[in-house]
């Protein structure tokens, strides 16, 4: 693939998902629905998915900003739910869709099926995270999501590698299989806990922004790289490095917080939108490998593993649901009671994505001097379900929610539990402030001591004002009103810095410095709105 065809894809990529904001169809539906659409377009470039890129370059920063995201906190207290996903599911799915697509498909090996069954069984991360945000999940759901999706690519993996093992004849054991995913799990855990203190020491030790930003881009490749070199899972030490970095990123300058959320927010909307539309581009690949099997009988096959994956979700998430709870008192004294909805949502939401298709590329394509087993149908199969499941449970699962009448976030809640935070918060400033005041090294003016009280108590404000009444001509808030008020002025000021510099009075360079004081005020009040 030459640099301008690389160019097109992540540019046509990013313009579909820009056009998916304005319509109610999620952007990863409507990037593989490009990609299939244009995958049959006279001139457009044979886009062929390498696993060599996707799992070692593509994979980890994905991986990684979605872990930044998590909450530490949340996932530790859903743990169990989430490593009964992540893990039991995978290997229960690994084993149930291969021995039913066994049982399908006439010509398929059982060690083949196997295989099989490992690639397809890991739910993607990025397309969980991508439709749970979108359609504002319950906070425990979307916690459970998340996390099962962070965790499922390393059982995923590993499971493959044993299956494929098998099917090549090198004779795995139950013994050693277990023996690798024991080892590939602990390892990936280990390493990751060995990297994460010297890489957030080494953050704050830095102190300047750029470079800090160099460091937090590199990080997630490191750890997958240094994983992978002692044939350690590479996903899990990403994991559990970003999850320490996200839990103590308040320890980061604000400068670096600042860049690396903006640097990052870039990096992952690059990459998911040309990876979805990457997906939808395989499919003439894909066909074209068919080779003996028949476009009909394929699509059958097709149909039946997709179904046995549906349904296969279903009949693990059910058990792992109800039956910890029925057969532990401590479970129901930990955990919150279980609404009849939620083993409903995480069931049908389990959209396979790029993960699956970058395995299944990697299935070499003979072994021992012969070839391997079915991989041409392997491959279309995982295609088929990647879609599918893409495609059907994404359609479908916002009209779900609708039936299922899920009860919406309770805004004024959030809202007044925000304000008591700020609150209490300020309260501590006021009393620092105080005592800072009466030190005579911290002499000031008494206008500039008042003005520190005054943005302290304007912050206090702020959040209660918005539990107030609306301006009635405008809806707004007072606070709404406020921060509006607060970017047009700034950019009455901008006007006249940019005037000033058209007019010789002040050069570029201070232009630049006095815009960069404005831009920040406008951020912050920008995300004052967002956060509003």
């Known amino acids: 693939m030459d640099v301008l065809s690389l160019v097109a894809l992540v540019a046509v990529s990013a313009v579909i998902a820009g056009a998916a904001r304005l319509t ?82 006439p010509d398929l090996p059982l060690t083949a099926a196997l295989v099989l069954g490992a690639v397809i069984a890991p739910p993607d991360a990025v397309a969980a995270t991508a439709i749970a945000r979108r359609l504002g999940l319950p906070g425990r759901i979307t916690t459970i999501l998340q996390g099962e999706s962070l965790v499922n690519d390393a059982t995923a993996i590993t499971a493959y590698k044993v299956a494929l093992a098998a099917a090549v004849g090198e004779g795995v054991s139950w013994a050693g299989g277990i023996g690798e995913f024991a080892l590939a799990a602990l390892g990936g855990i280990g390493v990751g806990l060995v990297l994460m203190v010297p890489i957030h020491w080494l953050r704050r030790w830095l102190r300047e922004p750029l470079l800090q930003n160099t460091l937090s881009l590199l990080i997630p490749f490191v750890a997958y790289a240094a994983a992978e070199r002692v044939h350690a899972s590479g996903v899990l030490a990403v994991v559990v490095v970003a999850l320490y970095l996200g839990h103590r990123s308040w320890q980061v300058d604000f400068a670096t917080r600042l860049q690396e959320e903006a640097v990052w927010k870039m990096v992952a909307f690059v990459l998911e939108t040309s990876v979805f539309a990457l997906i939808g581009l395989q499919l003439p690949h894909v066909v074209r490998e068919l080779g003996t099997y028949g476009t009909g009988e394929a699509a059958l ?84 379900t990647v879609i599918g499941t893409l495609v059907v449970q994404g359609l479908t699962l916002p009209p779900l929610l609708r039936a299922l009448k899920l009860p919406g976030r309770d805004t004024q809640a959030e809202t007044l539990a925000e304000a008591q935070a700020q609150s209490e918060a300020s309260r501590a400033a006021e009393e620092r402030l105080e005592q800072l005041l009466t030190d005579e090294h911290n002499a000031l003016p008494q206008p500039l001591a008042d003005r520190l009280r005054t943005v302290l108590e304007r912050r206090r404000n702020a959040v209660w004002e918005r539990l107030g009444a609306a301006n009635p001509v405008t809806g707004e808030s007072a606070d709404d009103t406020y921060r509006r008020l607060a970017r047009e002025m700034i950019e009455a000021e901008r006007e006249v810095f940019v005037r000033l510099r058209d007019e010789r009075r002040i050069d570029d360079e201070m232009m630049r410095t006095l815009l960069r004081r404005l831009d920040l005020e406008e951020a912050a009040a920008y995300r004052e709105a967002a956060d509003g």
């Open 24 to 105: 109610p169809v999620p952007a990863p539906l409507l990037l593989v629905a490009a990609g299939l659409a244009a995958s049959y377009v006279p001139g457009v470039p044979d886009y062929t998915l390498d696993p060599h890129v996707v799992l070692p370059l593509v994979l980890p920063p994905l991986l990684h900003t979605a872990a930044l995201d998590s909450s530490y906190l949340d996932l530790r207290a859903n743990i169990r739910p989430v490593a009964l996903l992540s893990v039991g599911y995978v290997l229960f799915a690994t084993l149930a869709v291969g021995w039913l697509a066994h049982l399908m498909v």
């Open 301 to 384: 096959y097709a149909a039946g593993v997709f179904a046995a994956v549906v349904v296969v979700r279903f009949v693990w998430v059910f058990p792992a649901t109800y039956l910890p709870r029925a057969l532990s008192r401590r479970v129901r004294e930990r955990e919150p009671a279980v609404d009849r909805t939620a083993p409903v949502i995480v069931g049908w939401a389990g959209m396979r994505g790029v993960v699956s298709l970058a395995i299944a590329f990697s299935i070499p394509v003979s072994t021992a001097g012969e070839a391997f087993p079915a991989r041409n149908l392997v491959l279309f199969l995982t295609f088929t």
